[in-house]
T-cell receptor
Framework: DVKVTQSSRYLVKRTGEKVFLECVQD?????MFWYRQDPGLGLRLIYF???????EKGDIPEGYSVSREKKERFSLILESASTNQTSMYLC?????????????FGAGSRLTVL | AQSVTQLGSHVSVSEGALVLLRCNYS??????LFWYVQYPNQGLQLLLK??????LVKGINGFEAEFKKSETSFHLTKPSAHMSDAAEYFC????????????FGSGTRLQVQP
């Protein structure tokens, strides 16, 4: 089974801090994604990467950046955390770009910004 | 562009009763459709997916969904609810065109009463 591991399950940060959320997948998937989950809003796509060093903005990229230096690792960066970025962050990976391919999710990282 | 609407943010059923979670999609081309489930403090896991092979799709844990093109619907059903079915359920749509992955609905929280 594909495993997607998010290194931090719970984080508490202060406003203005730089935050790194790390995600690693172990099945050589091409595509990786970062979603944000908020009650009543479902999952919203922040950024995705279709290959190493390649990235594209999703629906809500403001305040975030990403890095994909190696195929298995996709990092989400909050340059200066703000309270409105308190949320659950979900990483996912997919074998390739075909629409039928399934997304496999990590367990999530719950971030609280004080 | 594709979109998904889930009717009802909360659904409550009695144990043993029929579960019906509604999902309608909008897509200009034939879509792929998915249902994911999220248990508390976990990531999303795939329940089932529609990829045009058969309109009635069977998934894990006794769930199934029927693709109805004329109604642009992909409702999720289970004949008899179990307490362990209490979770949040997400419908999602994907296309072959473009690199983006799934577009998710806002989710439906299922409560199962004893």
């Amino acid at each position: 089974d594909v495993k997607v591991t998010q290194s931090s399950r719970y984080l508490v940060k202060r406003t203005g801090e730089k935050v790194f959320l790390e995600c690693v997948q172990d099945m050589d998937h091409e595509n990786m994604f970062w979603y944000r989950q908020d009650p009543g809003l479902g999952l919203r796509l922040i950024y995705f990467s279709y290959d190493v060093k390649m990235k594209e903005k999703g629906d809500i990229p403001e305040g975030y950046s990403v890095s994909r230096e190696k195929k298995e690792r996709f990092s989400l960066i909050l340059e200066s955390a703000s309270t409105n970025q308190t949320s659950m962050y979900l990483c996912a990976s997919r074998l390739g770009p075909l629409g039928a391919n399934v997304l496999t999710f990590g367990a999530g990282s719950r971030l609280t910004v004080l | 562009a594709q979109s998904v609407t889930q009717l009802g943010s909360h659904v409550s059923v009695s144990e043993g009763a029929l579960v019906l979670l509604r999902c309608n999609y909008s897509s200009s081309v034939p879509p792929y459709l998915f249902w994911y489930v999220q248990y508390p403090n976990q990531g999303l896991q795939l329940l089932l997916k529609y990829t045009s092979a058969a309109t009635l799709v069977k998934g894990i844990n006794g769930f199934e969904a029927e693709f109805k093109k004329s109604e642009t619907s992909f409702h999720l059903t289970k004949p008899s609810a179990h307490m362990s079915d209490a979770a949040e359920y997400f419908c999602a749509v994907s296309l072959d065109t473009g690199r983006r992955a799934l577009t998710f609905g806002s989710g439906t929280r299922l409560q199962v009463q004893p």
